[in-house]
């Protein structure tokens, strides 16, 4: 079985700030792991992935995050926050063969402030 | 389509009432996902199709819950007699491929009063 621990449902940063979304996962086999981000009424959209290879993986809108096995942790950081930011994120966990269910996270929301 | 698209947006309906929930995925796309996202449960996985066959329906709730994909394409999302507790975000993937990136459309916000 898999399954996700975003912990902080909401966090709260000052636009310009390092941003630290976390994720924890459980998984019996090779996960690959995702983050996704939700604007408000829209679907998710996907920010990056790790499957195999490099552990630090790159993203879209400056986004990165960095598969730790040893610490089963897939953070998600920015190094400096845009107000365009502000959004609700999500990391998921699905199998490395075969169909991918995602399993996901409760969510962080993040804030921006000016 | 440019991307995933979902019918209708906003859905309101009495408790008791059957619903469609229309799915129209990338052009092209083999496999198609079905999920929902609820206060409650936060993000859970319904069903998948590859191509018209659906072999995972595990995630769906209960047997007042089906889904078809015709033609390889459009996929429908029936809800009979509709629960207060089938209120939820209803969310669709698509992907080309089963082991691809998933494509999610924005959703059916569906209220059950």
């Known amino acids: 079985a898999q399954s996700v621990t975003q912990l902080g449902s909401h966090v709260s940063v000052s636009e310009g700030a390092l941003v630290l979304l976390r994720c924890n996962y459980s998984?019996?086999?090779?996960?690959?792991l995702f983050w996704y981000v939700q604007y408000p009424n829209q679907g998710l959209q996907l920010l990056l992935k790790?499957?195999?290879?490099?552990?630090l993986v790159k993203g879209i809108n400056g986004f990165e995050a960095e598969f730790k096995k040893s610490e089963t942790s897939f953070h998600l950081t920015k190094p400096s926050a845009h107000m365009s930011d502000a959004a609700e994120y999500f990391c998921a966990v699905s199998r490395n063969t075969g169909f991918q269910k995602l399993v996901f996270g409760t969510g962080t929301r993040l804030l921006v402030s000016p | 389509g440019a991307g995933v698209s979902q019918s209708p947006s906003n859905k309101v309906t009495e408790k008791g009432k059957d619903v469609e929930l229309r799915c129209d995925p990338i052009s092209g796309h083999t496999a198609l996902y079905w999920y929902r996202q609820s206060l409650g449960q936060g993000l859970e996985f319904l069903i998948y199709?590859?191509?018209?066959?659906?072999?995972?329906k595990s995630g769906l709730p209960s047997d007042r819950f089906s889904a078809e994909r015709t033609g390889g394409s459009v996929s429908t999302l029936t809800i009979q007699r509709t629960q207060q507790e089938d209120s939820a975000v209803y969310l669709c993937?698509?992907?080309?491929?089963?082991?691809?990136?998933?494509?999610f459309g924005p959703g059916t916000r569906l209220t059950v009063l």
């Open positions: 993937a698509s992907s080309l491929e089963l082991e691809g990136e998933q494509f």
């Open positions: 998984s019996s086999v090779p996960p690959y």
């Open positions: 199709f590859q191509g018209n066959s659906a072999p995972d």
């Open positions: 790790y499957t195999t290879g490099a552990t």
